[in-house]
């Protein structure tokens, strides 16, 4: 899909101009969805107003459309991997914490003759 793309140098009309393939890696969800929007609405009229089934045009427009999809769904699982991470790495941190209080109490809960003997060990 992408190399196809490639080949045909497709680009993609948006209010902050022509943009390629990779430009639209770095556009919001918010834009993507605009653009796909707007194919969707082309796509539409195309077919309405057209007496052939399969056009040039058509396979175009159902590539950006495609590419669009990709993106936005990358984009989305991308996200959601970011906080199911972020998620995660405060979990391991609240464990850590609490690993260290235990440690602290089982410290603390020692008489004063094997906290001697164990500093004397070390």
């Given amino acids: 899909m992408f190399e196809k793309a490639a080949r045909l140098k497709l680009r993609f009309v948006t209010p902050k101009g022509r943009l390629s393939v990779e430009d639209l890696f770095v556009l919001p969800l918010t834009a993507l969805d605009a653009i796909y929007q ?57 464990i850590l914490a609490a690993l260290a209080s235990k440690q602290a109490d089982a410290i603390n809960s020692k008489s004063i003759e094997e906290l001697t003997k164990e500093l004397e060990a070390l």
């Fill in 38 to 94: 707007e194919l969707s609405k082309s796509v539409d009229q195309t077919n309405k107003n057209s007496l052939l089934k399969t056009t040039q045009r058509d396979e175009k427009l159902e590539l950006r459309m495609k590419i669009v999809e990709h993106i936005f769904n990358a984009k989305v699982a991308e996200a959601e991997e970011k906080a199911a991470q972020a998620t995660k790495a405060e979990r391991k941190k609240a």
